[in-house]
């Protein structure tokens, strides 16, 4: 394919590469130097030029991924993340899951992010057992029950917080510590950032020996989230703390109720209710 040079002329080259990948085409893209069209490049140059110029063009994979590197600064997370699903959504429509596998390794490599978070996003790697494995004891949140192991949105947001501003992760450091981080499953590695602010993802992942939180971990760098605040951080914070204290508090009032009247009762409805303060407070500072 090659489309007008111009805003009209681009769009509807991507529109297209999803119309013919839907075909099971396998498509070529072709930019002219010069910001000529077609018609112009041939009157200028002429069509033996022009034909050798369409045998020798990217795929559109290629393509797509040259104009990202150009459009986003790749350096930062939250714009890698935006140029890899721009390539992705394309990929995403090729026919052939054997050609899609392949083309999506190569997006991997070629834009340095790990293969693994770029198969689970296209749903290419194979389905989990049903029998949750047994989960290696690595710290705080290692007592997470199966039904927990998914990173909370909180989680996912504070995690490109801090890989995006080393200003964000030096301003977290005080906040991220506390009882309430046993609840939290990617505790360790959100104390890894903070600890090593300005570092890249995986060596937040050191150590760590949980395959499944290895992978969601990745997978959420490539999330698009864009640009995030230290207010924004903070809010993500405090709803993870949030989370732990309605935890706390369901499991206190079951304790009120199994226990008689008498003293530890009187500790347990006073601890409740400081709970449900500490809730309000917590809520409003959300507000």
Not at 43 to 54: T, W
Not at 201 to 227: C, N, S, W, Y
């Amino acid at each position: 394919m090659n489309y007008d040079p111009d805003a009209a002329g681009q769009n509807a080259m991507r529109r297209s590469i999803d119309l013919l990948l839907a075909k099971g085409l396998r498509i070529r893209i072709l930019k002219l130097n010069g910001g000529l069209d077609p018609d112009d490049f041939v009157r200028k140059e002429g069509a033996e030029v022009y034909s050798r110029l369409l045998a020798d063009a990217p795929y559109f994979w290629r393509y797509l991924m040259a104009e990202a590197a150009r459009q986003y600064d790749l350096d930062e997370p939250a714009m890698k993340a935006n140029a890899v699903n721009d390539v992705l959504q394309h990929v995403a429509r090729i026919q052939d899951r054997i050609e899609q596998l392949e083309v999506a390794r190569a997006v991997a490599e070629g834009f340095k992010v790990p293969e693994s978070a770029v198969l689970e996003r296209l749903k290419l790697t194979p389905r989990l057992p049903e029998v949750r494995p047994a989960i290696r004891n690595t710290g705080v949140a290692s007592n997470l029950a199966g039904s927990e192991r998914k990173l909370k949105p909180a989680e996912k947001q504070l995690i490109q917080a801090l890989l995006q501003d080393v200003e964000i992760a030096r301003g977290m450091k005080p906040l991220l510590d506390g009882e309430f981080l046993s609840e939290v499953w990617s505790a360790s590695v959100l104390q890894r950032l903070v600890k090593e602010p300005g570092g890249h993802i995986e060596m937040a992942l050191e150590g760590v020996q949980d395959e499944e939180l290895l992978k969601q971990v990745r997978a959420a760098v490539l999330e698009p989230f864009g640009r995030i605040s230290l207010d924004e951080a903070r809010s993500a914070l405090q709803r993870l703390k949030n989370d732990s204290l309605v935890k706390q508090r369901v499991e206190i009032f079951e304790q009120i109720k199994q226990r008689g009247p008498g003293p530890e009762r009187v500790d347990l409805t006073k601890k409740f209710q400081e709970i449900v303060q500490e809730i309000s407070r917590v809520e409003a500072f959300k507000a």
